[in-house]
Protein backbone atom coordinates (compact mmCIF):
# COMPACT_ATOMS: atom_id res chain seq x y z
CA UNK A 1 0.00 0.00 0.00
CA UNK A 2 0.88 3.62 -0.69
CA UNK A 3 1.37 4.65 2.88
CA UNK A 4 3.66 1.65 3.88
CA UNK A 5 5.57 2.46 0.75
CA UNK A 6 6.22 5.94 2.11
CA UNK A 7 7.48 5.13 5.61
CA UNK A 8 9.47 2.08 4.50
CA UNK A 9 11.42 4.24 2.50
CA UNK A 10 11.51 6.87 5.30
CA UNK A 11 13.18 4.20 7.53
CA UNK A 12 15.74 2.92 5.11
CA UNK A 13 16.94 6.72 5.12
CA UNK A 14 17.23 7.01 9.07
CA UNK A 15 18.79 3.19 8.84
CA UNK A 16 21.15 5.12 6.46
CA UNK A 17 21.49 8.22 8.71
CA UNK A 18 22.53 5.88 11.65
CA UNK A 19 24.46 3.35 10.36
CA UNK A 20 27.22 5.72 8.91
CA UNK A 21 26.89 7.45 12.22
CA UNK A 22 28.59 4.84 14.26
CA UNK A 23 30.22 1.00 13.98
CA UNK A 24 28.40 -0.01 17.09
CA UNK A 25 24.92 0.18 15.29
CA UNK A 26 25.44 -2.44 12.92
CA UNK A 27 25.49 -4.76 15.72
CA UNK A 28 22.09 -3.17 16.81
CA UNK A 29 18.65 -4.23 15.85
CA UNK A 30 17.39 -0.67 16.69
CA UNK A 31 13.40 -0.22 16.69
CA UNK A 32 12.12 2.57 14.44
CA UNK A 33 8.15 3.88 15.51
CA UNK A 34 8.80 5.09 11.53
CA UNK A 35 9.04 1.47 10.05
CA UNK A 36 5.64 0.51 8.51
CA UNK A 37 4.81 -2.77 10.73
CA UNK A 38 5.33 -0.72 13.42
CA UNK A 39 3.75 3.30 13.30
CA UNK A 40 -0.15 2.48 12.87
CA UNK A 41 0.09 0.48 15.77
CA UNK A 42 1.19 4.06 17.87
CA UNK A 43 -1.02 6.68 18.76
CA UNK A 44 1.39 9.22 16.60
CA UNK A 45 0.86 7.10 13.47
CA UNK A 46 -3.12 6.61 13.75
CA UNK A 47 -3.15 10.57 14.62
CA UNK A 48 -1.62 11.27 11.27
CA UNK A 49 -3.70 9.46 9.31
CA UNK A 50 -6.34 10.70 10.62
CA UNK A 51 -5.27 13.94 10.11
CA UNK A 52 -4.96 13.18 6.76
CA UNK A 53 -8.62 11.97 5.94
CA UNK A 54 -10.02 15.30 7.81
CA UNK A 55 -7.60 16.98 5.18
CA UNK A 56 -8.75 15.21 2.03
CA UNK A 57 -12.41 15.09 3.22
CA UNK A 58 -12.44 19.19 3.40
CA UNK A 59 -10.42 19.45 0.71
CA UNK A 60 -8.40 22.40 2.28
CA UNK A 61 -5.36 20.81 1.23
CA UNK A 62 -5.99 22.11 -2.44
CA UNK A 63 -4.96 25.60 -4.07
CA UNK A 64 -8.12 25.83 -5.28
CA UNK A 65 -10.52 24.47 -2.70
CA UNK A 66 -13.47 27.14 -3.08
CA UNK A 67 -14.31 25.82 -6.20
CA UNK A 68 -15.91 22.77 -4.55
CA UNK A 69 -19.07 25.49 -4.31
CA UNK A 70 -18.12 27.83 -6.55
CA UNK A 71 -18.54 26.08 -9.58
CA UNK A 72 -21.82 24.73 -7.89
CA UNK A 73 -23.13 28.07 -7.52
CA UNK A 74 -22.05 28.87 -11.01
CA UNK A 75 -25.02 26.45 -12.09
CA UNK A 76 -27.72 28.41 -10.11
CA UNK A 77 -29.50 31.95 -10.37
CA UNK A 78 -26.72 33.46 -8.18
CA UNK A 79 -23.72 33.47 -9.27
CA UNK A 80 -21.14 33.51 -12.10
CA UNK A 81 -17.55 34.24 -12.90
CA UNK A 82 -15.15 35.84 -15.19
CA UNK A 83 -11.45 36.12 -16.37
CA UNK A 84 -8.39 34.20 -15.77
CA UNK A 85 -7.96 30.56 -16.86
CA UNK A 86 -10.74 28.96 -15.13
CA UNK A 87 -13.49 31.01 -17.04
CA UNK A 88 -13.43 28.13 -20.31
CA UNK A 89 -14.09 25.68 -17.27
CA UNK A 90 -17.24 28.13 -15.69
CA UNK A 91 -18.48 28.75 -19.08
CA UNK A 92 -19.72 25.02 -19.33
CA UNK A 93 -21.34 25.54 -15.90
CA UNK A 94 -22.49 28.32 -16.31
CA UNK A 95 -24.41 27.24 -19.60
CA UNK A 96 -25.15 23.69 -18.94
CA UNK A 97 -22.32 22.27 -21.06
CA UNK A 98 -20.24 20.45 -19.01
CA UNK A 99 -19.07 16.97 -19.79
CA UNK A 100 -16.81 13.88 -18.21
CA UNK A 101 -13.50 15.94 -19.15
CA UNK A 102 -14.12 18.57 -16.67
CA UNK A 103 -10.88 18.67 -14.56
CA UNK A 104 -12.44 20.37 -11.46
CA UNK A 105 -15.33 17.09 -10.87
CA UNK A 106 -11.96 14.63 -10.92
CA UNK A 107 -9.49 16.21 -8.69
CA UNK A 108 -12.15 18.51 -6.56
CA UNK A 109 -14.72 16.39 -6.53
CA UNK A 110 -14.04 12.82 -6.96
CA UNK A 111 -10.41 12.11 -5.77
CA UNK A 112 -10.27 13.94 -2.02
CA UNK A 113 -13.03 12.36 -1.04
CA UNK A 114 -11.45 9.29 -1.96
CA UNK A 115 -8.23 9.61 -0.74
CA UNK A 116 -10.37 10.34 2.61
CA UNK A 117 -12.55 7.27 2.45
CA UNK A 118 -8.77 5.24 1.76
CA UNK A 119 -7.63 6.48 4.66
CA UNK A 120 -10.73 6.14 6.80
CA UNK A 121 -10.50 2.59 5.86
CA UNK A 122 -7.03 2.63 6.69
CA UNK A 123 -7.46 3.80 10.40
CA UNK A 124 -10.05 1.35 10.75
CA UNK A 125 -7.80 -1.48 9.32
CA UNK A 126 -5.46 -0.77 11.79
CA UNK A 127 -7.33 -0.59 14.97
CA UNK A 128 -7.11 -4.00 16.34
CA UNK A 129 -2.97 -3.52 16.17
CA UNK A 130 -3.06 0.04 17.97
CA UNK A 131 -1.36 -0.03 21.18
CA UNK A 132 -4.26 2.07 23.39
CA UNK A 133 -6.98 2.40 25.18
CA UNK A 134 -10.17 0.72 24.06
CA UNK A 135 -11.81 3.79 24.28
CA UNK A 136 -9.24 5.08 22.31
CA UNK A 137 -9.92 3.17 19.88
CA UNK A 138 -13.15 3.77 19.68
CA UNK A 139 -13.43 7.23 19.33
CA UNK A 140 -11.24 6.59 16.34
CA UNK A 141 -13.34 4.18 14.78
CA UNK A 142 -16.32 6.62 15.14
CA UNK A 143 -14.15 9.70 13.69
CA UNK A 144 -13.39 7.09 10.76
CA UNK A 145 -16.71 6.13 10.11
CA UNK A 146 -18.05 9.72 10.04
CA UNK A 147 -15.11 10.77 7.47
CA UNK A 148 -16.36 7.94 5.23
CA UNK A 149 -20.15 8.39 5.48
CA UNK A 150 -19.79 12.24 5.07
CA UNK A 151 -17.39 11.67 1.34
CA UNK A 152 -19.87 9.53 0.30
CA UNK A 153 -22.61 12.28 1.05
CA UNK A 154 -20.87 14.85 -1.04
CA UNK A 155 -20.17 12.25 -3.93
CA UNK A 156 -23.45 10.83 -3.70
CA UNK A 157 -25.17 14.68 -4.15
CA UNK A 158 -22.38 14.93 -7.47
CA UNK A 159 -23.06 11.73 -9.14
CA UNK A 160 -25.95 9.55 -7.34
CA UNK A 161 -24.41 6.20 -6.47
CA UNK A 162 -20.80 5.55 -6.79
CA UNK A 163 -18.23 2.71 -6.01
CA UNK A 164 -19.08 1.73 -2.33
CA UNK A 165 -15.25 0.81 -0.78
CA UNK A 166 -15.23 -0.70 2.60
CA UNK A 167 -11.26 -1.83 2.44
CA UNK A 168 -8.10 -0.64 1.13
CA UNK A 169 -8.21 -4.70 0.13
CA UNK A 170 -11.18 -4.09 -2.50
CA UNK A 171 -10.76 -4.82 -5.88
CA UNK A 172 -9.07 -1.75 -7.88
CA UNK A 173 -12.01 -2.08 -10.12
CA UNK A 174 -15.48 -1.90 -8.74
CA UNK A 175 -18.92 -1.34 -9.84
CA UNK A 176 -21.01 1.46 -8.67
CA UNK A 177 -23.32 0.60 -5.76
CA UNK A 178 -27.10 0.91 -6.26
CA UNK A 179 -28.54 3.84 -4.73
CA UNK A 180 -30.72 1.63 -1.50
CA UNK A 181 -26.86 0.01 -1.15
CA UNK A 182 -25.28 3.12 -0.28
CA UNK A 183 -27.83 5.34 1.07
CA UNK A 184 -28.28 2.24 3.54
CA UNK A 185 -24.48 2.56 4.39
CA UNK A 186 -24.65 6.46 4.81
CA UNK A 187 -27.53 5.97 7.32
CA UNK A 188 -25.97 3.17 9.07
CA UNK A 189 -22.50 4.94 9.32
CA UNK A 190 -23.59 7.88 10.41
CA UNK A 191 -25.62 6.97 13.17
CA UNK A 192 -23.10 4.40 14.30
CA UNK A 193 -21.08 7.02 14.52
CA UNK A 194 -22.85 9.05 16.51
CA UNK A 195 -22.95 7.08 19.72
CA UNK A 196 -19.42 7.00 20.22
CA UNK A 197 -18.57 10.36 19.17
CA UNK A 198 -18.15 13.26 21.72
CA UNK A 199 -20.03 15.98 23.09
CA UNK A 200 -19.43 19.44 20.66
CA UNK A 201 -16.41 21.31 22.48
CA UNK A 202 -15.33 18.03 23.81
CA UNK A 203 -13.24 16.76 20.56
CA UNK A 204 -9.52 16.16 21.01
CA UNK A 205 -8.72 19.30 18.16
CA UNK A 206 -10.94 22.34 16.85
CA UNK A 207 -12.31 20.31 13.04
CA UNK A 208 -12.70 16.77 14.61
CA UNK A 209 -15.67 15.28 14.65
CA UNK A 210 -18.87 15.45 17.21
CA UNK A 211 -21.81 14.55 17.96
CA UNK A 212 -23.66 17.83 16.42
CA UNK A 213 -21.98 17.73 13.54
CA UNK A 214 -23.30 13.91 12.76
CA UNK A 215 -26.59 15.19 13.88
CA UNK A 216 -26.51 18.18 11.32
CA UNK A 217 -24.93 15.99 8.46
CA UNK A 218 -28.30 13.72 9.56
CA UNK A 219 -30.63 16.08 9.33
CA UNK A 220 -28.96 17.57 5.53
CA UNK A 221 -28.65 13.80 4.65
CA UNK A 222 -32.45 13.19 5.34
CA UNK A 223 -33.80 16.61 3.81
CA UNK A 224 -32.07 16.23 0.81
CA UNK A 225 -33.39 12.52 0.10
CA UNK A 226 -37.09 14.04 1.25
CA UNK A 227 -37.09 12.02 4.45
CA UNK A 228 -38.76 15.09 6.37
CA UNK A 229 -39.44 13.48 9.84
CA UNK A 230 -35.76 12.62 10.36
CA UNK A 231 -34.71 15.87 9.14
CA UNK A 232 -36.67 17.25 11.49
CA UNK A 233 -36.18 14.88 14.76
CA UNK A 234 -32.08 15.91 14.09
CA UNK A 235 -32.55 19.21 13.69
CA UNK A 236 -34.71 19.60 16.80
CA UNK A 237 -32.22 17.16 18.21
CA UNK A 238 -29.51 19.97 17.66
CA UNK A 239 -31.82 22.54 18.89
CA UNK A 240 -32.76 21.01 22.10
CA UNK A 241 -29.32 19.19 23.24
CA UNK A 242 -26.61 22.00 22.79
CA UNK A 243 -26.29 25.54 23.41
CA UNK A 244 -25.60 26.49 19.33
CA UNK A 245 -26.94 30.22 18.79
CA UNK A 246 -27.23 32.77 15.94
CA UNK A 247 -24.12 35.05 16.14
CA UNK A 248 -25.54 38.13 16.65
CA UNK A 249 -23.90 40.59 13.59
CA UNK A 250 -24.60 38.35 10.09
CA UNK A 251 -21.74 40.61 9.12
CA UNK A 252 -19.01 39.83 11.03
CA UNK A 253 -20.00 36.10 11.53
CA UNK A 254 -17.33 34.64 8.54
CA UNK A 255 -14.65 37.49 9.83
CA UNK A 256 -11.16 35.38 10.57
CA UNK A 257 -11.52 36.72 13.82
CA UNK A 258 -14.79 35.36 14.88
CA UNK A 259 -14.45 32.05 13.52
CA UNK A 260 -14.98 29.05 15.97
CA UNK A 261 -18.23 31.09 16.99
CA UNK A 262 -21.61 29.25 18.62
CA UNK A 263 -23.37 28.91 14.75
CA UNK A 264 -20.58 27.20 13.85
CA UNK A 265 -21.43 23.38 13.94
CA UNK A 266 -18.66 21.89 10.62
CA UNK A 267 -16.58 23.68 8.90
CA UNK A 268 -13.95 23.55 6.65
CA UNK A 269 -10.86 24.97 8.57
CA UNK A 270 -8.54 27.53 6.87
CA UNK A 271 -5.42 28.97 7.76
CA UNK A 272 -3.21 31.95 6.39
CA UNK A 273 -0.17 29.83 4.48
CA UNK A 274 2.57 31.15 2.21
CA UNK A 275 1.90 28.64 -0.24
CA UNK A 276 -1.98 29.08 -0.21
CA UNK A 277 -2.68 25.23 0.85
CA UNK A 278 -5.05 25.15 3.55
CA UNK A 279 -6.28 28.36 2.79
CA UNK A 280 -9.25 30.40 1.54
CA UNK A 281 -8.97 32.13 -1.17
CA UNK A 282 -12.21 33.48 -2.42
CA UNK A 283 -11.55 37.10 -1.80
CA UNK A 284 -8.88 37.41 -4.48
CA UNK A 285 -11.85 36.34 -6.71
CA UNK A 286 -14.57 38.97 -5.74
CA UNK A 287 -11.81 41.95 -5.42
CA UNK A 288 -13.40 44.33 -8.70
CA UNK A 289 -10.60 45.55 -11.16
CA UNK A 290 -8.67 48.11 -9.00
CA UNK A 291 -10.00 47.82 -5.90
CA UNK A 292 -8.60 50.48 -3.26
CA UNK A 293 -11.46 51.37 -0.62
CA UNK A 294 -14.87 49.92 0.49
CA UNK A 295 -16.71 53.33 1.31
CA UNK A 296 -19.26 51.88 3.12
CA UNK A 297 -16.87 49.97 5.76
CA UNK A 298 -13.58 51.82 5.42
CA UNK A 299 -11.81 48.42 3.91
CA UNK A 300 -8.71 49.49 2.45
CA UNK A 301 -6.76 47.12 -0.05
CA UNK A 302 -3.80 45.59 1.23
CA UNK A 303 -0.42 45.29 -0.54
CA UNK A 304 -0.04 41.87 0.87
CA UNK A 305 -3.32 40.62 -1.10
CA UNK A 306 -3.44 39.96 -4.38
CA UNK A 307 -6.31 40.70 -6.69
CA UNK A 308 -6.88 37.87 -9.57
CA UNK A 309 -7.87 38.35 -12.34
CA UNK A 310 -10.63 35.60 -12.09
CA UNK A 311 -13.50 37.67 -10.86
CA UNK A 312 -16.45 36.07 -8.86
CA UNK A 313 -20.02 37.78 -9.35
CA UNK A 314 -23.22 38.45 -8.07
CA UNK A 315 -26.47 38.63 -10.62
CA UNK A 316 -28.89 41.59 -10.51
CA UNK A 317 -31.68 39.60 -9.81
CA UNK A 318 -30.81 38.02 -6.59
CA UNK A 319 -29.09 40.93 -5.69
CA UNK A 320 -32.47 43.37 -6.00
CA UNK A 321 -34.18 40.26 -4.44
CA UNK A 322 -33.50 40.90 -0.63
CA UNK A 323 -35.62 43.00 1.47
CA UNK A 324 -34.78 46.49 2.08
CA UNK A 325 -33.90 46.11 5.35
CA UNK A 326 -31.75 42.77 5.24
CA UNK A 327 -28.24 43.12 6.46
CA UNK A 328 -27.02 40.24 4.68
CA UNK A 329 -27.03 42.31 1.71
CA UNK A 330 -24.30 43.94 3.16
CA UNK A 331 -21.86 41.50 2.33
CA UNK A 332 -22.66 41.69 -1.09
CA UNK A 333 -20.11 45.21 -2.43
CA UNK A 334 -22.28 47.37 -5.31
CA UNK A 335 -19.27 49.88 -5.13
CA UNK A 336 -15.60 51.04 -4.28
CA UNK A 337 -12.99 53.21 -4.58
CA UNK A 338 -10.57 52.24 -7.38
CA UNK A 339 -6.78 53.01 -7.44
CA UNK A 340 -7.29 56.53 -8.53
CA UNK A 341 -9.46 57.72 -6.09
CA UNK A 342 -12.62 57.05 -8.17
CA UNK A 343 -15.96 55.92 -7.08
CA UNK A 344 -17.35 53.34 -9.35
CA UNK A 345 -20.73 51.96 -9.63
CA UNK A 346 -20.72 47.71 -10.20
CA UNK A 347 -24.47 48.43 -10.37
CA UNK A 348 -23.71 50.67 -13.58
CA UNK A 349 -22.44 47.26 -15.65
CA UNK A 350 -25.23 43.87 -15.25
CA UNK A 351 -24.64 41.28 -13.12
CA UNK A 352 -21.29 42.65 -11.50
CA UNK A 353 -21.88 43.11 -7.82
CA UNK A 354 -19.46 41.19 -5.35
CA UNK A 355 -19.42 38.44 -2.44
CA UNK A 356 -17.75 39.64 0.42
CA UNK A 357 -19.13 37.46 2.50
CA UNK A 358 -15.47 35.83 4.05
CA UNK A 359 -14.35 39.44 4.96
CA UNK A 360 -10.52 39.65 3.78
CA UNK A 361 -8.25 38.49 6.36
CA UNK A 362 -5.94 41.41 8.32
CA UNK A 363 -3.04 38.78 8.09
CA UNK A 364 -3.99 37.17 4.83
CA UNK A 365 -1.14 37.04 2.37
CA UNK A 366 -1.18 36.67 -1.56
CA UNK A 367 -4.12 34.70 -2.07
CA UNK A 368 -4.11 32.91 1.52
CA UNK A 369 -6.61 34.24 4.14
CA UNK A 370 -7.60 32.10 7.04
CA UNK A 371 -11.26 32.22 7.22
CA UNK A 372 -13.04 28.77 7.73
CA UNK A 373 -15.89 27.91 5.38
CA UNK A 374 -18.95 26.80 7.34
CA UNK A 375 -20.34 23.67 6.20
CA UNK A 376 -23.18 23.48 8.50
CA UNK A 377 -24.46 26.32 11.47
CA UNK A 378 -27.38 26.79 13.24
CA UNK A 379 -28.90 28.78 10.93
CA UNK A 380 -29.25 26.00 8.56
CA UNK A 381 -30.54 23.63 10.94
CA UNK A 382 -33.44 26.16 11.94
CA UNK A 383 -34.78 26.05 8.33
CA UNK A 384 -34.11 22.53 8.25
CA UNK A 385 -36.48 22.16 10.63
CA UNK A 386 -38.62 24.76 9.21
CA UNK A 387 -38.98 23.01 5.71
CA UNK A 388 -39.12 19.59 6.59
CA UNK A 389 -42.32 20.91 8.79
CA UNK A 390 -43.70 22.66 6.42
CA UNK A 391 -43.91 19.52 3.92
CA UNK A 392 -44.93 16.77 6.64
CA UNK A 393 -47.48 19.11 8.18
CA UNK A 394 -48.29 22.17 5.79
CA UNK A 395 -48.25 25.62 6.87
CA UNK A 396 -47.82 25.96 10.11
CA UNK A 397 -46.56 28.25 13.49
CA UNK A 398 -43.39 26.56 14.36
CA UNK A 399 -41.90 27.11 11.03
CA UNK A 400 -43.11 30.30 10.75
CA UNK A 401 -41.29 30.97 14.04
CA UNK A 402 -38.03 29.51 12.73
CA UNK A 403 -37.98 31.10 9.63
CA UNK A 404 -38.67 34.59 11.28
CA UNK A 405 -35.51 33.69 14.14
CA UNK A 406 -33.19 33.80 11.14
CA UNK A 407 -35.04 36.62 9.55
CA UNK A 408 -34.80 38.85 12.69
CA UNK A 409 -30.84 38.36 13.00
CA UNK A 410 -30.94 39.68 9.70
CA UNK A 411 -32.69 42.69 10.44
CA UNK A 412 -35.64 42.49 9.05
CA UNK A 413 -38.16 44.01 11.07
CA UNK A 414 -41.87 42.74 9.69
CA UNK A 415 -41.63 39.37 10.39
CA UNK A 416 -43.70 36.52 8.33
CA UNK A 417 -47.18 35.11 9.80
CA UNK A 418 -49.39 32.29 9.12
CA UNK A 419 -51.84 34.52 7.23
CA UNK A 420 -48.83 35.60 4.24
CA UNK A 421 -48.96 31.75 3.12
CA UNK A 422 -52.56 30.28 2.00
CA UNK A 423 -50.56 27.06 0.76
CA UNK A 424 -47.39 24.08 0.94
CA UNK A 425 -45.82 25.64 -1.78
CA UNK A 426 -45.59 29.12 -0.89
CA UNK A 427 -44.09 28.43 2.17
CA UNK A 428 -41.29 26.02 -0.07
CA UNK A 429 -40.48 29.43 -2.20
CA UNK A 430 -40.27 31.31 1.15
CA UNK A 431 -38.18 28.72 2.30
CA UNK A 432 -36.43 28.77 -0.77
CA UNK A 433 -35.79 32.49 -0.88
CA UNK A 434 -34.54 32.64 2.63
CA UNK A 435 -32.11 29.80 2.06
CA UNK A 436 -30.81 32.16 -0.76
CA UNK A 437 -30.57 34.87 1.05
CA UNK A 438 -28.91 33.26 3.89
CA UNK A 439 -26.57 31.00 2.39
CA UNK A 440 -25.33 32.29 -0.79
CA UNK A 441 -21.49 31.96 -1.57
CA UNK A 442 -21.52 28.65 0.43
CA UNK A 443 -22.41 26.20 -1.88
CA UNK A 444 -25.81 25.10 -0.90
CA UNK A 445 -28.02 26.95 -3.92
CA UNK A 446 -27.71 23.44 -6.59
CA UNK A 447 -29.23 21.35 -3.72
CA UNK A 448 -31.36 23.71 -2.83
CA UNK A 449 -32.83 24.18 -6.26
CA UNK A 450 -32.29 20.25 -6.94
CA UNK A 451 -34.43 18.77 -3.90
CA UNK A 452 -37.46 21.57 -4.66
CA UNK A 453 -36.99 21.06 -8.51
CA UNK A 454 -35.82 24.48 -9.68
CA UNK A 455 -32.44 24.09 -10.74
CA UNK A 456 -33.21 23.16 -14.68
CA UNK A 457 -36.05 25.96 -14.61
CA UNK A 458 -34.26 28.68 -13.08
CA UNK A 459 -31.58 28.02 -15.69
CA UNK A 460 -33.85 27.84 -18.63
CA UNK A 461 -35.15 31.10 -17.11
CA UNK A 462 -31.63 32.93 -17.08
CA UNK A 463 -31.15 31.80 -20.26
CA UNK A 464 -28.92 28.66 -19.77
CA UNK A 465 -31.46 26.34 -22.50
CA UNK A 466 -28.65 23.59 -22.92
CA UNK A 467 -29.75 22.66 -19.48
CA UNK A 468 -31.47 19.32 -18.89
CA UNK A 469 -33.40 17.25 -16.06
CA UNK A 470 -29.89 14.79 -16.01
CA UNK A 471 -27.83 17.59 -15.29
CA UNK A 472 -29.27 17.23 -11.81
CA UNK A 473 -26.06 15.10 -12.10
CA UNK A 474 -22.73 15.46 -12.79
CA UNK A 475 -20.68 12.81 -14.93
CA UNK A 476 -18.38 10.62 -13.57
CA UNK A 477 -14.99 11.95 -14.31
CA UNK A 478 -13.57 11.00 -17.82
CA UNK A 479 -9.76 9.41 -16.19
CA UNK A 480 -12.05 6.92 -13.44
CA UNK A 481 -14.33 5.93 -16.57
CA UNK A 482 -11.41 4.94 -18.45
CA UNK A 483 -9.62 3.23 -15.67
CA UNK A 484 -12.45 1.41 -14.81
CA UNK A 485 -14.63 -0.75 -17.29
CA UNK A 486 -17.02 -1.50 -14.56
CA UNK A 487 -18.45 1.97 -14.21
CA UNK A 488 -21.74 2.88 -15.93
CA UNK A 489 -22.04 6.85 -16.87
CA UNK A 490 -24.53 8.86 -15.85
CA UNK A 491 -27.58 9.13 -18.12
CA UNK A 492 -26.92 11.98 -20.93
CA UNK A 493 -23.19 11.87 -20.48
Given amino acids: MEIKKIYRSLAIVLTVIFTNGCADYLEENPYSQLAPENFLKTKEGIESLMGAAYANASNMISNNSIYTFAADEWTTDFAYQTGDGVNATAV???NFTWDASIGLLQSQNWDYPYRAIRNANLVLENLDGLVASESLKTLYAAEARFIRATCYIKLYWKFGPVPLRLSTEDDIQLPRASSEELLGFIETELLAALEDLPDPGQEANYGRAHKAAAQGWLSN????NKEWQKSAEFAGQIMDQWNYELFPVYEDLFK???ERNSEYIWVRPAKTSADRRASNSWMNTAFP????KDPRTGLEFSNAWRNWPNESRIRDKFYFSFDENDRRKDLILHEYINTDGELIS?????????SFKYWPDPEGVNASFGNDIPEIRFAEILLNRAEAL????GVNQESIDLINRVRERAGITTPLSLNDFSSKEELRM???DERGWEFYSEGKRRLDLIRMDKLIEFAHARGATNAKPYHRLYPIPFATMDANPLL????GY
Fill in 346 to 354: LLDEEDNTR
Fill in 430 to 432: QVL
Fill in 488 to 491: VQNE
Fill in 289 to 292: VGFA
Fill in 92 to 94: QYI
Fill in 221 to 224: FYLN
Fill in 256 to 258: VEN
Fill in 390 to 393: NELN
